[in-house]
């Protein structure tokens, strides 16, 4: 297959994916730093380069609740957003997933407010973690676009049959130009099919009433039938990851592990933070300090077993967190991975850190020092801190 | 011991949950209801004003002579909302005539029923439960 080198951000790569892809319906609402998405898109309907149907909507609450109805009538869905406009589709966001629709959105991730802040933090996606969507962290603009590419699929899988959103880090990925290697357009078309939709209200031979009330008789069988398709999800996301790489060449899981195999200090993030902590690992590794990484891709569904797996040979831990659950503890991505250790009945020394909110920096040494930290508690000269932030001005 | 009723599992029931049309005809929904009209054939002028505002297809319409004609309520899912007393033009003709009459009368086709004079010329009261029962032996 004859791949093209270009140059994109993420946000470039997203909608290049979805131009190829053609959804038969998007509906969005703009916002930072997701605004360029739907932008460059919209060029392309202009342009007659997609045959999608693009329905422009007074805010992200109608946005969501277009691509509802629309996934509804058998239409392959997407649309993008961010920060406060995903918090906005909140409850229509839990509506979709009910319902089971495989919508798919580009969610490029950013500080909540308040304060007003425009930058990365993974505060927005965290947020809707119990929304019961598929949940994709990307490290760069690559990744955003293979993601896309296999969201479809994962999503629309009869086993699934759920909403996906892929995220990438709000202008760390989103405004940040890479290199990339891009698909020629038949084969990403012939990769993500025909859509299936679960069903269709616009079938008029058969029809259906969606999203009707279910009391006390039925809805305790129908959050069962959605917590075992979001387990049915892990597999497909790893059928679906093995596929890709028989076409594309490149594959992916729930998580990466890297350089995990001997390493006597793991840590644990995701997004872009993953790119720089393997560059830390690196100059740790010449220094002679075994580090390892654990780069979570799938949020939602988690990977629990995966990661204690992994970390059952490690002497200490440490999970950064680009959030606050403000649960006095740690933040969800240490509070989830805490939650695998109890059940693989392990005890790791678990040191977690808070980073990075409303796009404050971290750099290598900021990272190095985490894993210097772990070396000191496995030696047993310090004890494991919970929700430290780090480079606080104090 | 109460017999628990036979009802799908989480593997069986369709994906989202979305149900086949038609469906209300077996839910009942008449067991809502917390007031009763009562249609009163003789007062009728067979309009089927009450039929086109029924927000729950509760007017039962048979064939009669001159067309269709209102028949009784349909119990089963009437929810007792009063929209067909309201809006039914014989008793806004004798609300009316009431308050010519007594100015200070503080009624509405709706809620005329039990006043002096309404009863007799209406064609559709609305009722609490316990009349409807024991006046109209309607459950």
Request: proline share 4%; charged share 25%.
């Amino acid at each position: 297959m004859e791949k093209t080198i270009a140059a994109r951000t993420g946000n470039e790569a997203m909608a290049e994916a979805m131009r190829q892809i053609n959804p038969d319906v998007c509906a969005a609402y703009p916002i930072t730093p997701a605004t360029e998405i739907m932008q460059i898109f919209a060029g392309f309907v202009n342009d007659g380069k997609v045959k999608t149907n693009l329905i422009t909507v007074e805010s992200e609450h109608s946005a969501m609740s277009a691509c509802v109805g629309s996934a509804a009538s058998g239409a392959r869905t997407m649309t993008a957003t961010s920060s406060q406009g995903l918090a906005y589709m909140h409850e229509i966001l839990f509506i979709a997933a009910g319902i089971r629709l495989p919508i798919v959105l580009a969610e490029v991730n950013r500080n909540i407010s308040a304060p007003i802040n425009i930058h990365c933090d993974h505060s927005d996606t965290m947020a809707e973690r119990d929304s019961g969507w598929i949940q994709l962290f990307s490290e760069n603009p690559q990744e955003a676009y293979d993601a896309m590419i296999m969201a479809p699929r994962i999503a629309e899988h009869k086993d699934v049959s759920l909403p996906i959103m892929v995220t990438t880090d709000g202008f760390i990925i989103s405004h940040g130009m890479e290199r990339i290697e891009l698909y020629p357009d038949a084969e990403v078309q012939k990769f993500v099919g025909e859509y299936k939709a679960p069903y269709n209200v616009l079938d008029v031979d058969h029809p259906i009433t969606v999203g009707s009330i279910v009391l006390q008789d039925y809805t305790f069988e129908f959050k069962k039938a959605q917590h075992e398709a979001m387990k049915n999800a892990k597999r497909v996301i790893l059928e679906v990851g093995r596929e890709f790489a028989k076409t594309f060449g490149k594959e992916y899981g729930l998580i990466e592990a890297y350089k995990c195999d001997d390493a006597d200090y793991i840590t644990i993030s995701l997004g872009s933070t993953a790119g720089t902590t393997k560059t830390a690992v690196e100059e740790l590794r010449a220094e002679g300090i075994k580090a390892g990484l654990i780069k979570i891709r799938s949020f939602r569904p988690f990977p629990a077993e995966e990661i204690a797996a992994i970390l059952s040979k490690a002497k200490a831990v440490a999970v950064l967190d680009r959030s606050e659950s403000m649960s006095n503890q740690a933040g969800p991505v240490a509070t989830e991975v805490k939650n695998g250790l109890y059940d693989a009945g392990m005890k790791v020394p678990l040191a977690s850190y808070i980073y990075g909110l409303g796009g404050r920096e971290i750099f290598i040494e900021d990272i190095k020092d985490v894993y210097k930290e772990l070396k000191n508690i496995a030696d047993g000269k310090s004890k494991p801190e919970q929700a430290k932030y780090i480079g606080l001005k104090v | 011991m109460v017999k628990k009723p036979e009802l799908k599992t989480w593997k069986d029931i369709a994906v989202g949950g979305f149900v086949e049309s038609g469906t209300a005809e077996y839910f009942h929904t008449g067991g809502w209801r917390s007031k009763v009209p009562v249609w009163q054939k003789q007062n009728c002028i067979q309009c089927l004003t009450c039929w086109a505002f029924c927000p729950d297809n509760s007017i039962k319409v048979v064939d009669g002579a001159k067309g269709k004609e209102r028949a009784g309520f349909d119990y089963d899912f009437c929810k007792g909302c009063g929209i067909c007393a309201e809006e039914c033009p014989q008793n806004n003709k004798i609300t009316k005539e009431l308050k010519t009459k007594d100015a200070s009368l503080k009624i509405t086709p709706s809620t005329g029923s039990g006043k002096p004079g309404f009863d007799e010329k209406a064609a559709i009261l609305f009722v609490g439960l316990k009349e409807a029962k024991d006046k109209y032996n309607i459950k």
